[in-house]
């Protein structure tokens, strides 16, 4: 893959803001239908049946969609993906999922670290073996 088929730092970083609020909008669904079954009872804070269920919707948002598409929301927003995606297994995800959450946490240091990469790849793209690609600079050039 040539290097201007790589997609650009600044659209990584784009793209995970903008995936904040599709998912905050799952966490506001979720919150209003367990208020609405519960009758206007609120869940406890800390109630660990609560906290896993939203720790499953954040974690099949970014793998499904990383699975089935390449893509989340925000990635198709700024018009990039995972290239071969049809080729990474639920493992895989998973592992970039963890991956670019310990990323996160390190106030994106994988996304960084692609600035002294030889090969421009994030920690999330080393491990599953995919690079995310500027999907708009692949489609000009067919």
Request: charged letters at 15%.
């Amino acid at each position: 893959m040539t290097d201007n088929h790589k997609s650009k730092l600044w659209k990584h970083l784009a793209a995970l803001v903008y995936d904040i609020f599709p998912i905050l909008g799952l966490f506001l669904v979720t919150s209003l239908i367990m208020v609405v079954f519960r009758r206007g009872e609120e869940v406890v804070a800390g109630t660990l049946w609560f906290q896993l269920l939203l720790l499953s919707e954040f974690y099949l948002y970014f793998t499904y969609s990383w699975k089935k598409g390449g893509q989340t929301l925000g990635m198709r927003a700024w018009k990039i993906g995972i290239a071969d995606y049809q080729q990474l297994s639920w493992t895989e995800v998973t592992i970039r999922l963890m991956i670019g959450l310990v990323s996160t946490i390190l106030l994106g240091l994988g996304l960084w670290s692609r600035l002294w990469d030889k090969n421009q790849q994030t920690w999330m793209d080393k491990v599953c073996g995919c690079s995310v690609i500027d999907l708009q600079s692949t489609r000009q050039q067919q």
